[in-house]
């Protein structure tokens, strides 16, 4: 079984920076092929769609990130980033990374970030 571990998280100012990472035990020959994906949750709204690396490098992001947050993967250390700047009081949230590959489907336990002065 996959498993997946989120770090990072924490508190920063409005207008801060964070990188978030997601170490995971999946082989090296198969993370590069698989799809990650970072989402994130607040109290009481349902867990939102952030950004998406895949196996050819190929990148999407939420609207509400485009431009502010970067998605970025280490092939070789099996690792994937999530890089915030320009931070918002509404990006706190639960941040959860998730990789699929095939019907695998699988999630971390998630790493806090919180935005406020």
């Known amino acids: 079984q996959v498993q997946l571990v989120e770090s990072g998280g924490g508190l920063v100012q409005p207008g801060g920076s964070l990188r978030l990472s997601c170490t995971t035990s999946q082989s090296r020959m198969f993370f590069r092929v698989s799809t990650m994906r970072w989402y994130r949750q607040a109290p009481g709204k349902e867990r939102e769609f952030i950004a998406t690396?895949?196996?050819?490098?190929?990148?999407n992001y939420a609207d509400s990130v485009k431009g502010r947050f970067t998605i970025s993967r280490d092939d070789a250390k099996n690792v994937v980033y999530l890089q915030m700047n320009s931070l918002k009081p509404e990006d706190t949230a639960v941040y959860y990374c998730?990789?699929?590959?095939?019907?695998?489907?699988?999630w971390g336990q998630g790493t806090q970030v919180s935005v406020s002065s």
């Open positions: 690396s895949t196996g050819s490098d190929n990148t």
């Open positions: 998730n990789l699929q590959f095939g019907r695998l489907d699988a």
